[in-house]
């Protein structure tokens, strides 16, 4: 068992090996039935976690979710999009940078759970046709949503689903393009003074339960339909994403 002085003051002991938890399930949901698991793994965070940690924590777990498969296909990663997609990445950080310490805790809330309503419900984003500046654009707009939202891996699909690359390459450079966003972040974030420290244990133990999950993603079929998991794991992320509008409405009344 984990000493308590290893878990952050803000977290009960249940919520920290909830976390833990949730991140093999996340991994295992987006291994197993395509489900997204990043947007899970964000809508339960937010309800335990203090809303300025959320984005930075998140942000770790997903880094190393996305490492081991940059790592594995490495080798077919397209870096001349990369080249221009982490040169848009550098611009949007820097900006968002200037305003996340600004808002209101209850701001964050309510853009978390808007979003989070919208990835379940809303249209997903098609694919966009892109020339090396729309890929600095589109490299520059998703990292600066992702400094306040966290889950844009389905943005950031949309710029790399035109190129038509085959199924090595497109696993290889979206995974490169999600690790240097995310690691864009938590070096941002660092910068403006957000303590990791305390949370190293959890975002160690968060990364190690989602390397599990994706290695029994891999190995168990949902005996459920899809759409009908799907569907009850939507209604989930709906009443999570509504406690969370509530939370921030409730700090105005």
């Given at each position: 068992m984990l000493p308590e002085s290893l878990i952050p003051e803000?977290?009960?002991?249940?919520?920290?090996?909830?976390?833990?938890?949730?991140?093999?399930?996340?991994s295992f949901l987006s291994t197993a039935a395509g489900i997204g698991g990043g947007v899970t793994l964000l809508a339960v965070m937010a309800q335990v976690?203090?809303?300025?940690?959320?984005?930075?924590?998140?942000?770790?777990?997903?880094?190393?979710s996305n490492m081991s498969r940059m790592a594995l296909f490495f080798k077919h990663i397209d870096w001349k999009f990369m080249r221009w997609f982490v040169l848009g990445s550098l611009i949007g950080v820097?900006?968002?940078s200037?305003?996340?310490?600004?808002?209101?805790?209850a701001l964050l809330q309510i853009m978390l759970g808007i979003?989070?309503?919208?990835?379940?419900?809303?249209?997903?984003?098609?694919?966009?046709?892109v020339s090396s500046k729309g890929i600095v654009v589109g490299g520059a707009l998703?990292?600066?949503?992702?400094?306040?939202?966290?889950?844009?891996?389905?943005?950031?699909?949309?710029?790399?689903?035109?190129?038509?690359?085959d199924r090595l390459t497109k696993v290889g450079t979206f995974s490169s393009v999600m690790v240097t966003q995310h690691t864009l972040k938590i070096i941002m974030f660092?910068?403006?003074?957000?303590?990791?420290?305390?949370?190293?244990?959890?975002?160690?133990?968060?990364?190690?339960?989602?390397?599990?999950g994706t290695l029994v993603g891999k190995r168990?079929?949902?005996?459920?339909?899809e759409a009908h998991f799907s569907y009850i794991l939507n209604i989930i992320l709906t009443l999570l994403a509504l406690r969370l509008l509530w939370q921030a409405f409730e700090s105005y009344l």
């Open positions: 803000a977290l009960s002991v249940f919520s920290f090996w909830m976390l833990v938890g949730v991140s093999f399930f996340g976690m203090p809303p300025l940690a959320l984005i930075p924590c998140h942000g770790v777990v997903q880094a190393g820097a900006v968002a200037q305003l996340v310490i600004a808002l209101p805790v979003f989070i309503l919208y990835s379940v419900w809303g249209p997903k984003p098609g694919s966009v046709a998703t990292t600066f949503g992702s400094m306040f939202v966290g889950a844009t891996g389905p943005f950031v699909m949309a710029f790399v689903a035109p190129f038509k690359y660092s910068f403006l003074g957000f303590a990791f420290v305390a949370y190293v244990p959890l975002l160690a133990l968060m990364v190690g339960a989602g390397f599990l168990v079929l949902m005996k459920q339909s």
